[in-house]
């Protein structure tokens, strides 16, 4: 929280029980949710908000780098709330997207050729496969 308070003062973002609401649902969603599928956990809480509400906020908040955006898969963007740097591993199956931590992938090397046209502030590393519920139905 303490992150995301430095973040909206850093830009100038209203602090609003609501975005605390989101904020706060997103931090404790570990499935890279959609705004529906978070939508639906927020309105728990707030029962009269509304999905454009959690639509807009999310987008503001990647704007300002409090959250990011998950690599699209051609599916409804889905947000993480975990800036630091990471990778992901994803079932190509149920489409679950699980985070993980791996040094040597932090130390990727970038090519020469890559960084001549490039400049690059992040490396993510995805893996692609079936999760251990899905491997079990295959
Ligand atoms: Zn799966
Ligand atoms: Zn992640």
Do not use: W
Not at 91 to 114: A, L, M, R, T
Request: aromatic residues 10%.
């Amino acid at each position: 929280m303490e992150f995301f308070r430095g973040k909206c003062k850093e830009k100038n973002l209203k602090i609003t029980p609501q975005r605390i609401v989101i904020y706060k649902e997103l931090l404790h969603s570990k499935d890279h949710p959609n705004a529906e599928i978070l939508y639906e956990r927020v309105k728990k809480i707030i029962p009269d908000i509304s999905l454009d509400t959690v639509n807009r906020t999310l987008l503001t908040f990647s704007k300002i780098g409090i959250i990011n955006i998950v690599e699209g898969y051609g599916e409804a963007r889905r947000y993480d709330p975990h800036t630091e740097n990471h990778h992901h591993f994803r079932c190509v199956n149920c489409n679950s997207i699980v985070d993980f931590d791996y040094k040597p992938y932090d130390d990727i090397i970038i090519p020469e050729n890559i960084k001549k046209r490039f400049s690059v502030f992040s490396k993510k590393v995805l893996l692609e496969g079936y999760c251990n519920k899905c491997r079990k139905i295959k």
